[in-house]
């Protein structure tokens, strides 16, 4: 990488300067088999290619501002443009031959693999695995379900519930009835209770 480059800020990090020093060049044997007037074209023709890559790469810097500058003025944010580039990037490895020689390979494998023996009977495991802890959950159920009713028509549950609904028919009754008060433990209806009772 060429530190001294008047292109460094100006380029993207996959680019960069090689430029090949012509004293030191000069030093070097030329190569067998060429004579001096060709070493010299094809160093004529170097430097000329050398040129014009430092032209090129400042004319797609120059465009490359250009475009900043434009979709800062749509008002196209960086993340937009990474979006873009992301998503550009993935079609283009999408369509790629490696992309898709794995993708066919893959396909290929998957069609062995669930074709074998081995994972169809792993499958059939399963399936039957499945099926009989549904059997065992529904076989459970049903049992709770059942204990849940004995225990309803149970004497002591069966009294429980009388309790319950003699206190409710006491607290809820006298309002039932149309009356605002709540009956007196005491037995005395000439005191109606508070609007808003702390419970």
Known sequence: INLNSPNKGLLSDSMTDVPVDTAVAAQTPAVEGLTEAEEEELRAELAKVEEEIVTLRQVLAAKERHCGELKRKLGLSALEGLKQNLSRSWRDVQVSTAYMKTSEKLGEWNEKVTQSDLYKKTQETFSQAGQKTSAALS????????????????????????????????????????????????????KPLPDHTPF
């Open 139 to 190: 076989t459970v159920g049903s049992a709770i379900s059942r204990k849940l009713g004995d225990m309803r028509n149970s004497a002591t549950f069966k009294s429980f519930e009388d309790r319950v609904g003699t206190i409710k028919s006491k607290v809820v009754g006298g309002r039932e009835n149309g009356s605002d008060h709540l009956p007196s433990p005491t037995g005395s209806d000439d």
